[in-house]
C-alpha cells in the first residue's frame, strides 16, 4: 500500500487531483492510499505517509516541511504547477511513486 499525501493552502483545492490520483492507481492496479490536508495538519499527517507533496502555490513552505519529512523519513516535492493546473492525476501519481522508489 502506498501512502501518498498532498498538502495546500486549505486542504481543498487538492481534492479533485486526489480523485484523479486514486483513479489513475485503480486503473493501474496500484493499491494506494491518498489524502490532502491543509498546511497547518501537514507535519502530524506526514507520520502516516510515504511521500508528501505540496501545492505549487505552497512552494515556499518546502524547506519547513522538509524537516518533519527527514524526521519521519518521507521524501516531498513541490507537485508541477502544469500537472497541477491540468488535475494530471496521472503525472502527480508517477510523482509520487518515483520519489517513494517504485
Do not use: H
Not at 5 to 23: I, P
Not at 69 to 82: M, N, Q, S, T, Y
Amino acid at each position: 500500500m502506498k501512502r501518498i499525501l498532498l498538502a495546500c493552502s486549505a486542504g481543498m483545492s487538492t481534492s479533485l487531483l486526489v480523485s484523479k490520483m486514486k483513479e489513475a492507481a485503480e486503473a493501474r492496479g496500484i493499491e494506494t492510499e491518498i489524502w490532502a490536508v491543509a498546511q497547518d495538519k501537514a507535519p502530524s499527517e506526514m507520520e502516516k505517509a510515504d511521500v508528501l507533496l505540496i501545492g505549487p502555490q505552497m512552494r515556499f513552505m518546502k524547506k519547513k516541511f522538509a524537516v518533519t519529512a527527514e524526521e519521519v523519513g518521507i521524501p516531498l516535492d513541490v507537485i508541477d504547477p502544469v500537472s497541477y493546473g491540468r488535475v494530471d492525476g496521472e503525472a502527480v501519481l508517477n510523482k509520487a511513486l518515483e520519489l517513494i522508489g517504485e
